[in-house]
């Protein structure tokens, strides 16, 4: 009697919910259809320039090319070289395999797997959103709030880890979120995600948000279960599912760590930790990058109900540990040559709790409308992205006059930005400013030869932001005074522009 009335009470509210998810996804889809569109030309118009758009490109491409001939990508520092592989290697190795079908040009085949990267993260995105809210117009909010973000859509069109790093952190979530809603028997997607998060930090080793939220869900799961039976004893109470992703993640990880640190004579720890530790750390650039998640605040709001959702929903809780966690991330924007890069898993973390919050508050309209307004005001802020972002957003020159000029030289040329080099085909025996500079101010690589490289006239142009004339200090940290004296002392300016252009003295 119970149930048919139950039954006949869900008939009744079929229709009211109909519409709130016809109204929901409909007003999605007009609000978002701009940005979209906009996003969607913003990357057609990327994937075609045939220019360096970040400073690694070249720098990346070049790696990979090392590790596909059977180089050493983790080599010691050297005086008269730098290899700066700041990353580890399942970045380069997908890299170098893309790098072997021919595009319009040297920068295409990076920037399909980094586009190809995203479009599988907002398919996982809307599917755990989906998942976890069980309303496909959940789904449909996260990929929309995802694409609209400017950081994704840039680093979806880049050559960088961050991007394929991202895509096996949303895997490794849906995976958990799967084997959460399914139970401590879920052994095989507990050892699923793991594999995805173990791929994710071999990637880009600062991926550790996700699996301490994913462990951290699972044993808030297997402690509810102890709470309502203690006759099994808490050491039991940890699930299959628990133990199988602990377990697996901590040996992928340790594992392939000690047979890369092996295979490296300890090169690999070098460059991924001591490297990394070494560069110079700024609270003002930290907080310089993190502002611009300052619009996103309707979504944030909106995230932080899945604390609200955790009794009833098994997803909720793998989501608001996340939150909690992906905060730390950011501190990685501090870093001398960051960028807002660092911002994509906190734009993951808002976007999956804001679309499962969306789902379950669709099913109840008076609290739905409240939400749309959110909603409503979230898009409507995307629609207008900070200033800050500029010239990244709007393709406003292209450097062919550099270019030419570069190819025009005969012999080595020392440059800011490595990839204008490697489209030429110029060797890149010094491949990473934005590496080098924190290192070599910290005293870990020796610079020497650098500076006896330009002092001995070795290079026929340097092609560098700062000008020598104006003083010996380069505030992004990339050239120390003493490479800049010895520009100064053995190199004329030939002109100014965007960058300044040496040539050797007479």
Request: proline share 7%; hydrophobic share 50%.
């Amino acid at each position: 009697m119970a149930d048919s009335a139950a039954s006949a009470g869900r008939r009744r509210l079929a229709p009211p919910l109909l519409a709130a998810y016809l109204l929901g996804a409909g007003g999605l889809v007009w609000l978002a259809y701009p940005l979209v569109a906009r996003w969607l030309r913003w990357i057609s118009r990327m994937m075609l320039y045939p220019y360096p758009a970040d400073g690694l490109e070249g720098t990346l491409l070049s790696q990979a090319h090392l590790l596909w001939l059977g180089k050493a990508l983790y080599q010691p520092f050297e005086r008269y070289a730098f290899v700066s592989s700041p990353y580890p290697p399942w970045h380069p190795l997908i890299l170098g395999f893309a790098d072997q079908f021919a595009g319009p040009h040297v920068f295409w085949s990076g920037r399909v797997v980094s586009l190809a990267a995203g479009a599988l993260v907002l398919l996982a995105a809307g599917a755990l959103a989906w998942y976890g809210g069980r309303s496909w117009a959940g789904g449909l909010l996260a990929v929309i709030f995802l694409i609209s973000a400017p950081p994704f859509a840039l680093w979806a069109t880049r050559i960088k880890p961050d991007m394929y790093a991202l895509l096996w952190t949303a895997l490794g979530l849906l995976c958990a979120g799967l084997a959460l809603r399914r139970g401590g028997r879920a052994a095989g997607l507990g050892l699923l995600a793991a594999l995805c998060f173990a791929l994710a930090f071999f990637t880009k080793q600062t991926a550790l948000a996700a699996p301490l939220a994913a462990g951290g869900a699972m044993l808030l799961a297997d402690l509810a279960v102890y709470g309502r039976d203690r006759s099994a004893g808490l050491w039991r109470a940890a699930s299959r599912r628990t133990l199988a992703f602990g377990l697996g993640y901590v040996l992928m990880v340790g594992v392939v760590w000690l047979l890369l640190d092996g295979w490296s004579g300890g090169q690999f720890t070098f460059h991924i930790w001591t490297q990394h530790r070494n560069a110079a750390w700024s609270l003002q650039l930290m907080g310089k990058y993190v502002a611009l998640l300052a619009p996103y605040w309707p979504m944030l709001l909106l995230a932080l109900g899945v604390f609200a959702l955790a009794r009833r929903e098994p997803v909720a809780p793998l989501l608001g540990c996340y939150l909690l966690l992906v905060p730390f991330t950011l501190l990685g924007a501090g870093k001398t040559g960051a960028n807002h890069n660092h911002l994509l898993e906190s734009l993951l973390a808002l976007a999956l709790g804001g679309g499962v919050v969306f789902g379950h508050a669709l099913r109840r309209p008076p609290l739905a409308a409240l939400v749309a307004a959110a909603v409503a005001l979230q898009l409507w802020l995307c629609a207008t992205p900070p200033a800050w972002y500029g010239g990244e957003l709007v393709l406003r020159e292209t450097p062919e006059r550099y270019v030419a000029f570069i190819r025009s030289v005969p012999g080595e040329v020392l440059a800011d930005d490595p990839g204008l080099l490697y489209m030429v085909g110029k060797p890149l025996r010094y491949d990473d400013p934005s590496g080098f500079g924190p290192v070599a101010f910290s005293g870990l690589w020796d610079q020497s030869g650098l500076v006896d490289d330009i002092r001995q006239r070795r290079f026929a142009a340097i092609l560098i932001p700062p000008d020598v004339d104006e003083g010996s200090e380069d505030v992004s940290g990339r050239w120390t005074p003493q490479m800049l004296d010895a520009i100064r002392a053995s190199y004329r300016v030939l002109f100014r522009d965007t960058l300044t252009v040496y040539v050797p003295c007479e």
